[in-house]
């Protein structure tokens, strides 16, 4: 059961399906390359997290006559760079929205996305906008544009990436990622809202049989998203919900809260240092926007504050349409903080694997490889990047040698480092081999079946 997401069985099922991609380009001598080549190729970069992977890999193709391309990614003649740029450039990165059902899917089937659900018996989806690219002076036509104070432009790439996420749970399963296009709007808000609901027209069908809570920051917390979900999907959403975006909401709350009228529960946590007070605050059925026909909604407010100093360590406040009960209200806002968390905590795995920038010690900052592009080449490479973080963080769930030597090597840097350094000098015929040959070095004995 196992074997359909193991590596070597993954990269054959690309290569087989990536063989199928268009090739628009006019039969001449440029077209020695074929596109599932480009293609696994520049996922070979992101999944290494090395630009100089393929550098190696092309010395030891033409020393050995053989390379770790082929043998671990199946790329049979790798490119150079710029071939590889203008092999994926013509490409869109919607196509491969397959490529992660076919994983989550296969999850699904083996009972693995099970770790996933969480106390409200829902899986929790995290949407979140994120800027990907940024330039003043590259750009291509899907670039997005604005001009700061001093009259500058900048171009930009943003994306709604997302994420399968649950509280306690270090691991997040990316989502297929839904780019902003000029044509959504020139409000950052308005963009990502058109996006989502592109997301959610594109793959709520995929949760037909299950319950969802899709988690958001405040841009997300406006009637018409919220009526989508709700009413025409029939899932959940709890939003985060700030008094300046919902006046109108907040007087109700005022006003409840004069009338001693919210519900309030206050419970003690230690968190090994000190003692912290959480204190929630519920109010059912409230109008989420100002006039008539405005959506009721559930609301709900966790403030953390330090036993000790009083300080406030942190306030939140959302919107649901779960109902909220004294047993659930905690879940509940666990659940919507579980979103900031991501955004806080996990910054240094989902959004750099697209973001890169400051953080390109960590080897994310790999697009430069190939260019800008004039198509769609920014999109389908960091389509290509969130693909290769959700087969890690899929490894890292079920293939147990991938678990070993996650848990030997300590850090997830020294496992790539080590991944990086074996590949420039050695080749492995398999991903097993590979893996076995790391174990033996490190003494970590696989478990008897
Ligand atoms: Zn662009």
Redesign the pocket.
Known sequence: MREKLSLQSLMSHFRERWANLPDRRKPNNHTKYAIVDGVLAAFAVFFMQSSSFLAHQRLLQSKKGRSNARSLFQVEEIPSDPQIRNLVDPLSGAYFQEDFWFLLDELKEQQRLLQFRNDLNTYAIALDGVNF?S?EK??????LKREDRSGTEH???SAITPVFVKPGQAQVLPLPPEFIVPQDGREKQDCERVAAKRWLAQHHEHFSAYSVSYLGDDLYANQPLCQLIAETYRQFFIFVCKPESHTGLYEWIDFLEQTNSLEKVTQRHWNGKHGESWQYRFAPQVPLRNGEEALLVNWLELVITHEMTGEILYQNSFVTNHTITAANGIPLAQLGRTRWKIENENNNTLTPALAGGARETKGYHLEHNFG??QQDL?NVLATLNLLAFLIHTIQEMIEPAYQRLRRALGTRKTFFNDLRALTRYMIFDSWDDLFLFMEAGLEIAPEPP
């Open positions: 690219f330039s590259i750009s291509c036509p899907k670039c171009f930009y790439h800008h592009g920014a």
